[in-house]
């Protein structure tokens, strides 16, 4: 699986827009981008995932560059539950048994 | 989306004890099942892949002998901790592939504390 690198963390004031950056400069053409959030003693929660156009679903909305080098997680009016670690995961997903690696992934804090 | 249950959600036992956690799927059949270990302020760290009626899968210096991993069914995975330990202290959190959503869920995780 291709590596991501995130920042370790962001501030986001509530009410705005948060931009989530991950470069994944060696991403393949087969493997998707995920993206999973998990706060503070949950289980990790699925947010949205992408190959190469743009997605939009309830939660966020997930911007692919066109050479699929880095991605944007936009949550555009974040709340303070919105407060997390935000996952970056570039993956194969075409096998039921491929599996989820974790790095360390951004701490977004959104403040009053 | 897909939901994934554990049971317990805590649980504290004194060292040398044994813990069985589980992991159900509630409205879906998985053949693959994940087990996770988090450490405080670390990341998740993948432990083993569980699958339905064959052995498990350890990632490289999980020892198979203390996590007993056993998935009997499509929508159920154990995870026993043997002989438990203070170290062994965590939170487990297990996940399961809900092949038709393309998405990997995650169940709430339990927190293990051992005295």
């Known amino acids: 699986d291709a590596k991501t690198t995130q920042p370790p963390s962001m501030d986001c004031a509530e009410g705005r827009a948060a931009n989530l950056p991950c470069n994944h400069s060696?991403?393949?053409?087969?493997?998707?981008v995920y993206w999973y959030r998990q706060i503070h003693s949950q289980g990790p929660q699925y947010i949205i995932h992408g190959l190469k156009n743009n997605e939009t679903n309830e939660m966020a909305s997930l911007i692919i560059t066109e050479d699929r080098k880095s991605s944007t997680l936009i949550l555009p009016h974040a709340t303070l539950r919105d407060t997390a670690v935000y996952y970056c995961?570039?993956?194969?997903?075409?096998?039921?048994?491929?599996?989820?690696?974790f790095g360390k992934g951004t701490l977004l804090t959104v403040n009053p | 989306g897909a939901v994934v249950s554990q049971h317990p959600s805590w649980v504290i036992c004194k060292s040398g004890t044994s813990v069985k956690i589980e992991c159900r799927s509630l409205d879906f059949q998985a053949t693959t099942m994940f087990w996770y270990r988090q450490f405080p302020k670390q990341s998740l760290m993948l432990m083993a892949t569980?699958?339905?009626?064959?052995?498990?899968?350890?990632e490289q210096g999980v020892e198979k002998d203390k996590f007993l991993i056993n998935h009997a069914s499509l929508t159920l995975s154990t995870l026993t901790v043997t002989s438990a330990h203070p170290e062994d202290s965590s939170f487990y959190i297990c996940?399961?592939?809900?092949?038709?959503?393309?998405?990997?869920?995650f169940g709430p995780g339990t927190r293990l504390t051992v005295l």
């Open positions: 569980s699958n339905e009626g064959s052995k498990a899968t350890y």
């Open positions: 060696t991403i393949s053409g087969n493997e998707y």
């Open positions: 995961i570039a993956l194969n997903s075409g096998g039921s048994n491929y599996k989820l690696t």
């Open positions: 996940s399961a592939r809900d092949q038709g959503a393309f998405a990997w869920y």
